[in-house]
């Protein structure tokens, strides 16, 4: 019985071994069987950025979240942009000459920004990009997106340049505003970030490092978010 019994267990080895030889080739055949189908199908995937048959921002969608970009042409001042950001992104400041409202600045951190999109929703302007089927805001999106760089401070975009000032736009009910072709103003501010922000922003630092009192002036703290220096205890 014994012997029997050895047998049948040598027989069922067999089977399985041979069983198993066949399920490995059956899965190899059918995986295989996959990729040669694939191989057949034309590529999805496009060869970024060198083989591309048109500019890659011409490939996407009008709609794209890429660069945040401002038009100071037709943006009135009223400041909802800055006030909707829960981040502090926008920094903005209006000033008055007689009769005459003025932008001062509008700075955008693209560093900080997370793209959620507020502070167009809060844009009040209606604004219309040429090749656009829809229309925009003073402040919107564009399909610019490569904002790589390697000083943060180039990421802080400067609308208006420091000194200059840029008198607000009249914006009557139902305006429809021109407006250059989105993501070209957030290109000249990128080109100018990388020029001037860095070593503009390691000035201030360095002042703010050297002169004990620097601390004191709003507009050098204000500018980049640096702590103004706590008074000393007397
Ligand atoms: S997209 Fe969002 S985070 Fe970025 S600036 Fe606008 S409101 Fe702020
Ligand atoms: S971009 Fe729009 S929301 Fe921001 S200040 Fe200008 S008009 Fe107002």
Known sequence: MARQGTVITARRNEVGYFANIWRSARSILEGMAVTFSIMRRPAITV??????????????????????????LC??????CARACPIDVIRMRVGREGKLRLIERFDIDLGKCMYCGLCVDAC???????????????????????????????????????GDKVVVAK????????????????????????????????????????????GDNPDLTAAFKIPAKPKSKK
């Open 124 to 162: 009040p302007v209606t604004a219309q990009a040429p090749g656009d089927a829809e229309t925009t805001c003073a402040i919107r999106f564009s399909k610019e997106f490569e904002g790589t760089v390697t000083d943060i401070n180039a990421m802080v975009y400067r609308y208006v340049r420091p």
């Open 47 to 72: 060869h970024y950025p060198d083989r591309l048959p048109m500019p890659m921002q011409d490939m996407l969608p009008e709609r794209s979240r890429g660069l945040l970009e401002v038009d100071l």
């Open 171 to 214: 914006n009557k009910k139902g305006m429809v505003h021109d407006t250059p072709p989105r993501g070209q103003l957030a290109l000249e501010a990128r080109k100018l970030a990388a020029q001037v922000n860095p070593g503009a922003i390691r000035a201030i630092r360095e002042r703010l490092a050297s002169d004990p009192t620097a």
């Open 75 to 80: 943006c009135t001042g009223c400041q909802a």
